[in-house]
């Protein structure tokens, strides 16, 4: 099992751009999440789906958009980029239920300048 | 929502000593509280966690306590290992949907 995968691992861009970071899991969970991480400030919920076709915002959903229209895949989509974007962004998946272990992706770290 | 303090947020222990990572919670709800370690770089992953209904937790070298009561749980690792550097990150969730709210983390440093 390959886990939890994000792609890109590195990303620049522009104020204004727009980007989808990817994520796909083959463990065959039902949640997933979204994560940012800045320094100092711990692992913030950007949104996050507890199965196909349903998805939640989390506690920080502003300047993002996510679909999931399959098990496997949770993309997350930036729109017109903003310096405070910059961050460390971890994608997730669990079981769900009583099992609340997350499983993370690599991360992607994205810059906007 | 669900607040959770962490403390402290740098701790250096010499190899061999123990070292005692607190967070406090703000939801009496919350009936899960796990820990996550994070190397440099890398990926945070699940160390050790605890429900509501236990009041402590060993896994070898490493424990978790839980005071509902008082809202707060802590991380208790013994005889630390240069490998035990990292940033440790308590959460607490409650409800069905999984959604953890993290604490700020907490960088530990092992010395020899």
């Known amino acids: 099992n390959a886990g939890v995968t994000q792609t890109p691992k590195f990303r620049i861009l522009k104020i204004g751009q727009s980007m989808t970071l990817q994520c796909t899991q083959d463990?065959?969970?039902?949640?997933m999440y979204w994560y940012r991480q800045d320094p100092g400030m711990g692992l913030k919920l950007i949104y996050y789906?507890?199965?196909?076709?349903?998805?939640d915002k989390g506690e920080v959903p502003n300047g993002y958009n996510v679909s999931r229209s399959t098990t496997e895949d949770f993309p997350l989509r930036l729109e017109l980029a903003a310096p405070s974007q910059t961050s460390v962004y971890f994608c997730?998946?669990?079981?769900?239920?009583?099992?609340?272990?997350?499983?993370f992706g690599e991360g992607s770290r994205l810059t906007v300048l | 929502g669900e607040n959770v303090e962490q403390h402290p947020s740098t701790l250096s222990v010499q190899e061999g000593d123990s070292a005692v990572i607190k967070c406090t919670y703000s939801?009496?709800?919350?009936?899960?509280f796990p820990w996550y370690k994070q190397e440099l770089g890398k990926r945070p992953q699940l160390i050790i966690d605890i429900r509501s209904n236990v009041g402590e937790k060993k896994d070898q070298r490493i424990a978790v306590t839980l005071n509902k009561t008082a809202k707060h749980f802590s991380l208790h690792i013994t005889e630390t290992q240069p490998e035990d550097s990292a940033v440790y990150f308590c959460a607490a969730s409650l409800g069905t949907a999984s959604k953890l709210t993290f604490g700020t983390g907490t960088r530990l440093q092992v010395t020899l």
């Open positions: 789906s507890v199965g196909a076709g349903i998805t």
């Open positions: 463990m065959n969970h039902n949640y």
């Open positions: 939801d009496s709800a919350s009936n899960y």
């Open positions: 997730a998946s669990s079981r769900g239920g009583d099992t609340g272990e997350l499983f």
